[in-house]
C-alpha cells in the first residue's frame, strides 16, 4: 500500500545531542511536511517542501532543520535538542493544489533526557 | 491570521448516542476544511473534508457540512461505537501547498 512512513516511531536523545527524525513516501507527493505535536495540543507547521522549495515557518526555532534529498524522503535534524522539544513529530505529504488533503505518517515520539 | 477554533473537551458518551462536535474558523481566503482524526499514539488520518461552501464530506457515518455563513464545519454522527474513541481535529487547508492550521483537538470518550 502506498504510504507514508516515519522511523523511528520512538526516540530517545540525550539533552544538546543532535538528532534526525526520517520520513518515506511511496505517494510520489511533490509536497512535504514536519509538524510538531506536543501533549494534548494541535500539530503545529515546522515546514514544508514542494519539490526541492523549502519553506520554513516564520516562528519555527533555527535548532529545526530539514533535507529533502530526492522526493521520496525527508528528514528532520534537531540540532541541539531541549527538554522542550520532546513531542510527536508528524510528517505528511500532499499532491501540490489548494484543494488537496495530507496524508500523515504514524509519527516519531522523541524524548529528550 | 488563519485559526480554527473547536468546542471544549473532553467528550464523554454513551455507545449509540448522538455526536456533535463543534467548530469554526476564520481565514484570510477560501479555506478547504478536513476532519482528522487521531488513534492513541498514532498520526493522523483524514476523516472527511469538504473543499467548497455547501459541501458535505461524509465517511464511516461521520458528516459535516461547510458553511461559509457561519464559517463553521460541525462533525456529527448519528450512533457513535466504542471504536470511535480518539481525538478530533478540525482543520482547514490553504494556499498552492496545502498548508494544514489545526483546532485544538477534542478527545471523545464512548463507553459500552
Known amino acids: 500500500d502506498a504510504m507514508v512512513i516515519q522511523n523511528p516511531r520512538y526516540q530517545v536523545t540525550q539533552f544538546g545531542k543532535p538528532v534526525t527524525l526520517s520520513c518515506s513516501q511511496t505517494?510520489?507527493?511533490?509536497?512535504m511536511y514536519w509538524y510538531q505535536q506536543k501533549s494534548s495540543q494541535a500539530p503545529k507547521l515546522l515546514f514544508h517542501y514542494y519539490d526541492k522549495d523549502f519553506n520554513n515557518e516564520a516562528d519555527t526555532p533555527d535548532n529545526f532543520q530539514s533535507r529533502r534529498p530526492n522526493t521520496s524522503f525527508c528528514f528532520l535534524d534537531i540540532r541541539s535538542p531541549g527538554l522542550g522539544d520532546a513531542a510527536m513529530y508528524l510528517c505528511a505529504t500532499s499532491r501540490r493544489g489548494e484543494r488537496t488533503e495530507a496524508f500523515f505518517g504514524q509519527g516519531t515520539r522523541l524524548t529528550v533526557v | 491570521g488563519d485559526s480554527v477554533t473547536q468546542m471544549e473537551g473532553p467528550v464523554t458518551l454513551s455507545e449509540e448516542a448522538f455526536l456533535t462536535i463543534n467548530c469554526t474558523y476564520t481565514a484570510t481566503g477560501y479555506p478547504s476544511l478536513f476532519w482528522y482524526v487521531q488513534y492513541p499514539g498514532e498520526g493522523l488520518q483524514l476523516l472527511l473534508k469538504a473543499t467548497k461552501a455547501d459541501d458535505k464530506g461524509s465517511n464511516k457515518g461521520f458528516e459535516a457540512t461547510y458553511r461559509k455563513e457561519t464559517t463553521s464545519f460541525h462533525l456529527e454522527k448519528g450512533s457513535v461505537q466504542v471504536s470511535d474513541s480518539a481525538v478530533y481535529f478540525c482543520a482547514l487547508g490553504t494556499g498552492a501547498n496545502s498548508k494544514l492550521t489545526f483546532g485544538k483537538g477534542i478527545t471523545l470518550s464512548v463507553r459500552p
Open positions: 505517494l510520489n507527493h511533490n509536497v
